[in-house]
């Protein structure tokens, strides 16, 4: 499976963002999705999943209930979004993709797409 995120751009503080991440390939419906991001300077961190049927979602404790998820297996798009958003946020936003199960480490997924750039604004 391919992947490709997009969506990112420029927001101010307290804003929202939509992130798609869209997927080529066959039997995407059997992968989990995964969402990671790099900050600036900084390692990268485990943002969220969503199983491959999309009745399970798990997020980072910093999220604190600003971000959800959700997928269309038949479109092969999941998406990403995200409100309240800080400038601590600004990063690099990268889907991943892995099949057997969910995980929140970045080395359990198979396949990752090209990020997208978060910048909030203050």
């Known amino acids: 499976v391919q992947l490709q995120a997009s969506g990112g751009g420029l927001v101010q503080v307290g804003g929202s963002l939509r992130l798609s991440c869209a997927a080529s390939?066959?039997?995407?419906?059997?992968?989990?999705v995964g969402w990671f991001r790099q900050g600036p300077g900084k390692e990268r961190e485990f943002v969220g999943y969503?199983?491959?049927?999309?009745?399970?979602?798990s997020y980072a404790s910093w999220v604190k209930g600003r971000f959800s998820f959700a997928r269309d297996n038949d479109k092969r798009m999941v998406y990403l979004q995200m409100s309240s958003l800080k400038p601590e946020d600004t990063a690099v936003y990268s889907c991943?993709?892995?099949?057997w199960g969910v995980g929140i480490e970045a080395e359990e997924y198979h396949y990752w797409g090209q990020g997208t750039l978060v910048t909030v604004s203050s």
């Open positions: 991943a993709a892995k099949t």
């Open positions: 390939g066959s039997s995407f419906s059997t992968y989990s």
């Open positions: 969503i199983s491959a049927s999309g009745l399970s979602t």
